[in-house]
């Protein structure tokens, strides 16, 4: 199959016909590659001579995760993100694989058919394992790394995390949807909320009437949680390979300049890993973010952007890393223009 050639779904699935939900100033377009097709969710850049940037979404997620960050950085970054395969409004992949290897495969085909690497690279939680690996492996693709509580191994696991883990045993999920066959698309939102948001108050009444939305539409995917199941099986299986294939390693071959972005109220991504993170991440700093929870970038935006502009700043000047690794922390209490900076190594 050429890379222009749009895959067939395997047999016997129907794809509905749904449409694409694009914010202001944004794209979104599919784009056919060998094996699949990803639909790509852009925001040109509001002035020219800019960077290229790819941003790649969590378990569960989609594109859309990305559509508050994007605009803050739209005069620094040529924006784009990238729906996963089987997520948002991508259709499954050809061969069903939704392994990290699988993902990751995605993004590398992607910015090689784009041609737009060196990107500045983003991702959150199961994207940011994705987006580890893209950069260990094929750092001639990534600028720089901005990892939002990416999904790297932990040995003691949140309680809060469990359910979300148990999605990867076999059966686990068809007994969940059974038990959960009564709930409502907004009791389903609210739950989501409730484990992903460190204060699921910030959410306005407009983002809850669109998340409900989408997930009414989600729940309509024929391939809605074989996709969830096998990407977080997916998750599972990373977690237990061992020598070169491990995450960990796979962190500390990272070559690019890395922005570390953690929550403290984070239920899915223990806050304890951020120091780790940035032990392993060579040359990273450590946006810490104690009222946060596992998606700053919604949670926060303002405050990650700012970040990423004070990292870029000092990746282009070079001193990134150059005291062994910097963290700014977010303290209560202080504005958002208030960002102290702390030594890792402590």
Same mark, same amino acid.
């Given at each position: 199959?050429s890379?222009?050639?749009?895959?067939?779904?395997?047999a016997?699935t129907?794809?509905?016909?749904?449409?694409?939900v694009?914010?202001?100033?944004?794209r979104?377009?599919?784009?056919?590659?060998?094996g699949?097709?990803?639909?790509?969710?852009?925001?040109?850049?509001?002035?020219?001579?800019?960077?290229?940037?790819?941003?790649?979404?969590?378990l569960?997620?989609?594109?859309?995760?990305?559509?508050?960050?994007?605009?803050?950085?739209?005069?620094?970054l040529?924006?784009?993100?990238?729906?996963?395969?089987?997520?948002?409004?991508?259709?499954?992949?050809?061969?069903?694989?939704?392994s990290?290897?699988?993902?990751?495969?995605?993004?590398?085909?992607?910015?090689?058919?784009?041609g737009?690497?060196?990107?500045h690279?983003f991702?959150?939680?199961?994207?940011?394992?994705?987006?580890?690996k893209?950069?260990?492996l094929r750092?001639?693709?990534?600028?720089?790394l901005?990892?939002?509580?990416?999904?790297?191994?932990?040995?003691?696991?949140?309680?809060?995390?469990?359910p979300?883990?148990?999605?990867a045993?076999?059966?686990?999920t068809?007994?969940?949807?059974?038990?959960? &066959?009564? $709930?409502?698309?907004?009791? /389903? *939102?609210?739950?989501?909320?409730? @484990?992903?948001y #460190?204060?699921?108050? %910030?959410?306005?009444?407009?983002?809850?009437?669109?998340?409900?939305?989408?997930?009414?539409?989600r729940?309509?995917?024929?391939?809605?949680?074989?996709?969830?199941?096998?990407?977080?099986?997916?998750?599972?299986?990373?977690?237990?390979?061992?020598?070169?294939? &491990?995450? $960990?390693?796979?962190a500390? /071959? *990272?070559?690019?300049?890395t922005? @570390?972005?953690y #929550?403290?109220?984070? %239920?899915?991504?223990?806050?304890?890993m951020?120091?780790?993170?940035?032990?392993?991440?060579?040359?990273s700093r450590l946006?810490?973010?104690?009222?946060?929870?596992?998606?700053a970038?919604?949670?926060?935006?303002?405050?990650?952007?700012?970040?990423?502009?004070?990292?870029?700043?000092?990746a282009?000047?070079?001193?990134v890393?150059?005291?062994g690794?910097?963290?700014?922390?977010h303290?209560p209490?202080?504005?958002?223009?208030?960002?102290?900076?702390?030594?890792?190594?402590?």
């Amino acid at each position: 199959m050429s890379s222009t050639d749009a895959p067939v779904p395997p047999a016997g699935t129907v794809l509905p016909r749904v449409g694409p939900v694009a914010a202001a100033g944004e794209r979104i377009r599919p784009v056919a590659l060998r094996g699949m097709t990803l639909s790509v969710r852009s925001r040109p850049a509001s002035r020219e001579g800019v960077e290229p940037a790819l941003f790649v979404h969590g378990l569960g997620g989609s594109s859309q995760n990305w559509s508050a960050l994007m605009p803050l950085l739209d005069d620094l970054l040529d924006c784009e993100a990238v729906d996963l395969p089987g997520f948002g409004d991508s259709p499954p992949p050809d061969d069903g694989d939704y392994s990290l290897a699988g993902h990751t495969r995605a993004v590398v085909r992607y910015l090689e058919h784009s041609g737009r690497g060196p990107v500045h690279l983003f991702g959150n939680s199961m994207g940011g394992a994705v987006a580890t690996k893209v950069a260990a492996l094929r750092p001639d693709l990534v600028r720089t790394l901005t990892l939002v509580s990416p999904a790297l191994p932990e040995l003691r696991v949140q309680r809060s995390a469990v359910p979300t883990g148990l999605m990867a045993v076999p059966g686990a999920t068809a007994l969940f949807t059974r038990l959960t &066959r009564g $709930w409502t698309p907004e009791q /389903r *939102v609210r739950g989501v909320l409730g @484990l992903t948001y #460190g204060d699921p108050g %910030r959410v306005t009444e407009e983002g809850l009437a669109a998340a409900v939305a989408e997930m009414e539409r989600r729940q309509r995917l024929p391939y809605f949680w074989d996709a969830m199941t096998r990407s977080a099986r997916g998750i599972v299986d990373a977690y237990t390979l061992a020598g070169r294939h &491990r995450l $960990w390693r796979h962190a500390e /071959r *990272v070559a690019a300049p890395t922005l @570390l972005v953690y #929550g403290g109220r984070d %239920r899915l991504v223990s806050f304890r890993m951020a120091r780790r993170a940035a032990r392993a991440f060579r040359g990273s700093r450590l946006l810490a973010l104690p009222e946060a929870g596992h998606v700053a970038m919604m949670e926060c935006p303002d405050t990650v952007a700012r970040a990423f502009r004070e990292f870029l700043a000092d990746a282009g000047a070079g001193t990134v890393g150059e005291s062994g690794g910097d963290a700014w922390e977010h303290r209560p209490g202080e504005t958002d223009d208030v960002l102290a900076v702390t030594d890792t190594e402590s």
